[in-house]
């Protein structure tokens, strides 16, 4: 059965550094979409970053320049780095596989994720 362990989280000052790391087990990145997506209150589950096949990345707006993804297909790991964050990168952080034969933007198309860990920017 597909799970995706997901650690990192926590609670640093505007401008600072986070780095999430999300490990699979029963999926195999090869030819896989892998994504992280964020989410707030009352809010849709918004994409941030994705990983596509042939390590081909794309970024919300918000987060370019400052996130970025990557992966290692060996380990099954996926990562966020986090640069420069601002509090309203604050959100419940999730790590995804799936997105449908086009990696997909919406939520809806992935079918695994993880059991998300909390990011908290403030002063």
């Known amino acids: 059965q597909v799970q995706l362990v997901e650690s990192g989280g926590g609670s640093v000052q505007p401008g600072g550094s986070l780095r999430l790391s999300c490990k699979a087990s029963?999926?195999?990145?090869?030819?896989?979409?892998m994504a992280w997506f964020r989410q707030v209150p009352g809010k849709a589950r918004e994409r941030v970053a994705l990983?596509?096949?042939?390590?081909?990345?794309r970024y919300a707006e918000s987060a370019k320049g400052r996130f970025t993804i990557s992966r290692d297909n060996v380990k099954n790991t996926l990562w966020l780095q986090m640069n420069s964050l601002k509090p309203e990168d604050t959100a419940m952080y999730y790590c995804?596989?799936?997105?449908?034969?086009?990696?997909?933007?919406?939520?809806?198309?992935?079918?695994?994720w993880s059991q998300g860990t909390q990011v908290t920017i403030s002063s």
């Open positions: 990983i596509a096949p042939l390590d081909i990345t």
């Open positions: 995804a596989a799936g997105g449908g034969v086009q990696c997909g933007l919406l939520a809806g198309l992935y079918d695994y």
């Open positions: 029963g999926y195999t990145f090869s030819g896989a979409c």
